[in-house]
């Protein structure tokens, strides 16, 4: 069943939310050649923990970071390690922090250094995408209309839209109905309504939508190693629209 959040949880929520963004900015200046995810993953627990948040990622379904980092060709689930980032290299942060029991997603994909005319391409594409999915969004419409705006934004571009790995909604878990995939036709699906808070984030692959696990049974890449990019925000469903949640 889709939860409708009463007016307490929302204010929860908007906090859990605003800290995401929040660590997001704290974190952008650090994303440079020479430093460690496993560091970035440090700085990211530092900084929720000071304001008075936990981080939602840490040991839910046993996975072993703060946040999630992910690079080049890994999609998604990337675990914090000793790798330092390159220049030239596109990286993605998924953070959730949890605030008095509720929680705010945002995952969003960054540049290291001088990146080439194809991975920028491809960020700005998939950020595109993301906000053609959050435009449909208000009382009444269907998640099968944000998962079409979403493809058909991707497919303009010619980019693979992985089908595996979708949206959801967010509450007093990070994973919560519905699912809200990544492409899909309009009028099926849900219907949401006033007062329910979903997360959006398309995962689109520079090449083939394919993807697959790494043997440490987290890091999902891509099947041709073309790079991915990532981009999320957890928002509050109104009647005539949607508030983002995760402003960073």
């Not at 959040?5 to 952008?28: D, M, N, Q």
């Not at 493809?151 to 509450?171: D, I, R, S, T």
């Not at 692959?205 to 990019?229: H, Q, R």
Request: some cysteine; charged content about 25%; glycine content about 12%.
């Amino acid at each position: 069943m889709i939860s409708i959040k009463s007016e307490r949880e929302i204010e929860l929520l908007k906090v859990a939310g605003e800290i995401v963004g929040k660590t997001h900015h704290y974190l952008e200046p650090f994303i440079k050649p020479g430093i460690t995810t496993k560091e970035l993953d440090r700085l990211a627990e530092e900084y929720i923990l000071s304001q008075g948040c936990t981080p939602s990622f840490k040991g839910l379904y046993g996975f072993p970071g703060s946040i999630c980092i992910s690079i080049n060709e890994e999609v998604v689930h990337g675990i914090p390690s000793n790798r330092k980032l390159k220049n030239g290299d596109i990286v993605t942060l998924d953070i959730g922090a949890c605030y008095k029991g509720y929680h705010g997603d945002s995952a969003w994909t960054y540049a290291v250094g001088k990146i080439s005319p194809k991975k920028e391409a491809l960020m700005k594409q998939t950020e595109e995408a993301l906000f053609a999915g959050l435009s449909v969004i208000k009382d009444g419409c269907h998640v099968g209309d944000i998962g079409h705006a979403v493809e058909e934004c991707a497919h303009k571009y010619h980019l693979g839209v992985v089908e595996e790995l979708v949206g959801h909604g967010v509450g007093s878990q990070v994973h919560e109905e519905p699912d809200v995939p990544n492409y899909g036709k309009k009028g099926t699906g849900p219907v949401l309504k006033e007062g329910m808070v979903i997360a959006v984030e398309p995962m689109l692959n520079m090449g083939t939508k394919e993807v697959f696990m790494l043997d440490d049974d987290w890091t999902i890449v891509t099947g041709d190693d073309l790079p991915s990019a990532h981009f999320e925000h957890t928002v509050l469903v109104e009647k005539d629209g949607y508030t983002i949640l995760t402003k960073r």
